[in-house]
Each structure stands twice: as structure tokens, then as C-alpha cells.
């Protein structure tokens, strides 16, 4: 059994700190290593976590982490959805998505990595598949692995630190790119990605998630984008099935739902935290976008 699938949480192992002063749900971080990545395989480890172990603790990360499940389950929940894995796959948990593990009795490899040594193109495709397709069944891991083998290899090694900074680098966006491909090919997700139309969904749901305290409306959003609001729903709807406005609120009350249930803050602080001058409003927004009022569905989750 592995101790341990997410060791990034584990402040003695890899040096990561909690910033919980900045957030009432603990945000972990990639501390002290000017690599900007943490790499390791879980295979030699044994033991089970206990309570006290923060990995069980419901939490985001400031980074990406990837991983390379070679065999066995692991269980957690990722922004109200409970995610199962088993057997040989990949999967990936964007910056700032909350979550927390249930079991982890799995082997292989576990990748954290800075936002900014992920090319953009290729992090739009990750934030595009937020919430929607971030796991992929595989059949041979070897591609993988000789990766894997190569970065390890660079990363242990005592050579001139510039060169192998550079190869460390290049070789991890060849093994995300990798781990990314097999994701969205294998649920066949792999259609038309450089359509107009799915491009300005998917930096419309980027730009709600870093700007929803501020901006609101379709029409604030359209300006960012330089297109028509009237252009803007279309390329929603064609692909979401949902207007504009529905996906802004999604994203909005997402994160309420994941202050109501992981912090005690009332429904007041939230609306205020959220870029809300009146909770009642929002309060009524919450409610006609979910079906409870903001009370309701934190004393449901409690259940």
C-alpha cells in the first residue's frame, strides 16, 4: 500500500507550506526548490496515512499536480465530485481546485509543477478540461516512464546546473504534454480543440475564474475578449449548451459552494468576499442558480 500518492502536502517531506492566513481553505505550495517541480514514485513506500496527515485535509494547491497511477485505486474529491481511479491512468488537478483524498493505495508517480513552466497553450487545454475530463485510462505506460527516467536522471545529476535546468524543463513539458494527450484522447475528447468557438469558451471560463470578484456580466468579459456579447453567447451555447451568463455563475457559485461547505464564513462574508455588496442578492442569485439558499446547502452538505 502507498503512503502517500500526494506527498506535495507533507510540509517535513517536500517542503511545502500552508498559507492559511490568505485563505480560509489552506493553499499548499512548492517552497525552496528553484527547480520549480517536485517528481517522485511512490513505489517503495508503505504504511497508511492517518488523520492527522494533511493530505487528508481538504485543501487547493498553487500549482498543477499530475499523476501516473500504475496500479491500484485512489479515491478523493475534487470540487463536489467524488473521483475514483483504478488500475493504469492519468489525471491532473489544476491550481485551485479544492480537494481532499479518501484512500490512497496506489502505485506510481506523482508530479507537482509551477504554473509558469507550463507553456500557455498547453495550460489553456488543462483549464479547459477543469472539471470535465482531467483523467484518461491508458494501456502502456512506457512512454511515460522513460520520461519519467530521463528527468530523474538530469534532476540527480551533478553537471553544469544551467544546461540541466534547461533539459529538466524542456523534458517535463514533453511528459505533461504527454500525460495531456492521453487525458483528452481517451474519453475522445480529442475534437476540433483549435475551434474558434471552444477557444473563447475556454478562456472565458480562464478569465471568469481569475476575475470573479470583480466582473460579472457577459458584457465585461466580451470587452476582454474583444468580440460581440451577442458572439460571445453563441460560442457558449454551442458548446456548453448554456449561455454566457450560466457559465459566469457556475464559476461564481462554485467557489461559494466551496466556502459554504470548507469554511465556517457566514453567507454575508462570502457575498462580500466574492465582489457581493448586497447578500441579500446574492443570497437569492445562490439560490435560483443551485435550488438551496446558501444555509440550506451548507446544512445539506452536513448531512
Known sequence: MIKGLCTFTVAHEVQLKTMARKSPIPIH????NDLGFELRNKAEDTG???ADYSPLITHRDDFYVFFLQQSGVLEFMRDFEQVKLEGMNVSYMCPGQVHQYFKIDATGWILGIETALIPPQL???LESGKNQRQTGA???CTPLLNC???ITTQRDSKSDYGIRKAIIHSLLEALIGMMAQAIFQSAANNHKLANRKIEITDQLRELVQQNLVSLKTPGEYAGLLNISVAYLNESVKENTGFSASHLIQEEI???AKRLLHHTRLNAREIAFRLGYQDPTYF???FRKFTGYTP???????LL
Not at 444555509?295 to 452538505?301: G, I, T
Open 48 to 50: 497508511v496515512y492517518d
Open 123 to 125: 495550460r489553456q487545454l
Open 29 to 32: 505550495k512548492i517552497v525552496n
Open 148 to 150: 519519467i527516467e530521463l
Open 138 to 140: 491508458i494501456i502502456d
Open 283 to 285: 443570497s437569492r442569485l
Open 253 to 255: 457559485f462554485l467557489e
Open 295 to 301: 444555509l440550506a446547502f451548507r446544512a445539506n452538505q
